[in-house]
């Protein structure tokens, strides 16, 4: 097998993960998982089963990023559990348990490659890679399953959108992403149960048109809310209201609430970011100016204190 690929930070070498670790696969178990099964193998005894002769030879200029990158991407998908794969570890900071990161991961699978040659290190850029495919649970059914994958759309999408930012242009009208629409269609495809977010939705001041829920709400702050009392801006999504405003081509601008019997200026968008009161940079931003808008604590669903009017859920 061959992958032609640049040791490059912006190549993707993450679409060829699901081939390459299926090929590394074949070649160290070349009986099949079937065998292995029936010879009541699991991951201890795979090395027993696996024949004398089996082996799969994995190499590219100077061994040490694009090679490794495959490797540290087949040990993630064949022994996650190795690497903290969906069990909680104790955080030493406090008691509460957490995932373990995909950094965490990654750098431990690194850490294993680096036993037996001690100069392995993918690029930056490959090294990010693999934290995503730990963090979309290296999938390698077929080839095009990463491809298909949200995370991997989204981080393509952000690749766009930095290229454009580095030529100080707007993303084409045609490729903005707006999220809710996403969100929308990736819940009509794995019918996964809606995970309703509870906190505090935000409407237009003058008609209290809502303008974002609570789940298109960007944290910006150290302790991780959408804004601190002494923050101006509130950073949302970009939102598919925004619209008119985004796909018009301009760098930075105004927007404007969506009910066109209102039409007040709520807050703004740059394409370059924006800093916040509280000093943070947000890149992109789009954001509601916290003096235009009202913050109303939304209601879980099935809340008797919730009463929207006629023909409106109240959610985006
Ligand atoms: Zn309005
Ligand atoms: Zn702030």
């Known amino acids: 097998m061959s992958i032609d690929i640049d040791d490059d930070e912006s190549s993707d070498i993450l679409v060829r993960f699901p ?40 190499h590219c200029a100077m061994g040490k ?16 559990h190795r690497f903290g794969g969906k069990q909680f570890i104790e955080s030493p900071a406090s008691t509460q348990r957490r995932r373990i990161t995909a950094g965490e991961a990654v750098s431990s699978a690194l850490q294993c490659v680096r036993e037996a040659r001690p100069g392995a290190e993918p690029n930056p850029g490959f090294m990010r890679q693999l934290e995503l495919w730990w963090e979309m649970g290296c999938p390698a059914d077929d080839d095009g399953v990463v491809e298909r994958h949200p995370i991997y759309q989204k981080w393509l999408y952000d690749g766009m959108l930095q290229e454009a930012r580095d030529m100080r242009m707007a993303p084409d009208a045609g490729q903005i992403r707006f999220e809710d629409e996403v969100r929308a269609r990736e819940k ?21 048109r809502t303008l974002a829920t609570p789940g298109f709400l960007l944290s910006h702050t150290p302790t991780g809310q959408a804004a601190n009392s002494g923050c101006a801006h509130i950073f ?15 760098l930075d601008g105004r927007l404007v609430c969506p009910n066109s019997k209102c039409s007040a200026t709520v807050g703004r968008f740059a394409w370059q970011g924006l800093q916040c009161t509280c000093k943070q940079w947000v890149v992109p931003a789009f954001s509601l100016n916290r003096s235009r808008v009202d913050e109303v604590s939304s209601q879980p669903v099935g809340s008797s204190a919730i ?4 023909g409106r859920n109240g959610s985006l």
């Open 19 to 58: 081939a390459a670790v299926r090929f590394i696969d074949s070649g160290l178990h070349p009986y099949g998982a079937a065998h292995e099964a029936k010879t009541g193998g699991d991951d201890t005894t795979a090395t027993s089963t696996s024949s004398p002769k089996s082996g799969v030879y994995v």
């Open 65 to 80: 990023s694009r090679s490794v990158s495959c490797v540290v991407a087949y040990l993630l998908y064949k022994y996650p």
């Open 188 to 208: 009509e495809q794995d019918d996964e149960t809606v995970t309703r977010t509870n906190g505090k939705e935000v409407r237009c001041k003058k008609c209290r």
């Open 236 to 250: 949302v999504d970009t939102l598919s209201w925004m619209r008119t405003a985004l796909e018009d081509g301009a």
């Open 307 to 310: 009463r929207m009017p006629p």
